[in-house]
């Protein structure tokens, strides 16, 4: 079985420019997770896709965050402008099951540093 | 904000017993506990899952109370390779929302 594919590996931004980041999950897994990975901390979520509806984005900074999953497969997250304290591991993980089984697959992560 | 707590690092030999705690204090009535393993530059990956009691799978075992306040990993017998940090995983309540929550992470360190 494929794992969960992300790109780009690494990018590294100056401030107030934009990036994205794509996730491309496990064949048949409807949950999809984004989470930012600050160094020394646990993941946070920042988004949680069912398919291609959006469960919870509760702790997307939405002034500069903002993420899409096209026909519940791929997803992109984007920052728009990026700050110096965006710089983190961002995290795409999927799920098989619904939410509240949190067993999932993680991708190897995109490494954003904004200078 | 509640939150869940686990020891920031712990030390252990190859071939000892190591047991990790994390503190969930809120979790949903319904929710399960998850543990993971982070390596440096991967991803986390998927240790093992529990709703109560004990589960055990070939690299661990799961202990939860019957309050489900906290949980415990046991890893038998590590090795050199089980260094890395393991996190707990489980919705923490907030604005009404349960939200899958980490904790900071137990960082784990095998000594010869």
């Known amino acids: 079985e494929a794992g969960v594919a992300q790109s780009p590996r690494y990018k590294i931004i100056e401030k107030r420019q934009s990036v994205a980041f794509w996730c491309n999950p496990i064949?048949?897994?409807?949950?999809l997770y984004w989470y930012q990975q600050i160094l020394g901390q646990g993941p946070k979520l920042l988004i949680q896709f069912q398919n291609n509806g959006v469960v919870d984005d509760s702790q997307l900074p939405k002034d500069r965050f903002s993420a899409e999953r096209l026909k519940g497969v791929d997803s992109t997250l984007k920052i728009q402008p990026a700050k110096l304290e965006d710089s983190a591991v961002y995290l795409c993980?999927?799920?098989?099951?619904?939410?509240?089984?949190?067993?999932?697959?993680f991708g190897s992560g995109t490494r954003l540093t904004v200078v | 904000l509640a939150k869940t707590t686990q020891p920031i690092s712990m030390d252990s030999y190859e071939g000892q017993e190591v047991n990790i705690t994390c503190s969930h204090n809120n979790i949903a009535t319904n929710d399960y506990i998850t543990w993971y393993q982070q390596f440096p530059s991967q991803g986390p990956r998927f240790i093992i899952q529990?709703?109560?009691t004990k589960v055990t799978n070939e690299v661990a075992s799961l202990f939860i109370p019957a309050d489900r306040k906290s949980s415990t990993l046991s890893l038998p017998r590590v090795s050199l390779s089980d260094t890395a940090v393991y996190y707990c995983l489980v919705g923490v309540l907030s604005g009404g929302s349960y939200i899958p929550t980490f904790g900071r992470g137990t960082s784990l360190i095998v000594h010869p």
């Open positions: 529990g709703y109560k």
């Open positions: 993980a999927t799920s098989v099951r619904a939410p509240l089984t949190y067993g999932y697959t």
């Open positions: 064949s048949g897994h409807a949950t």
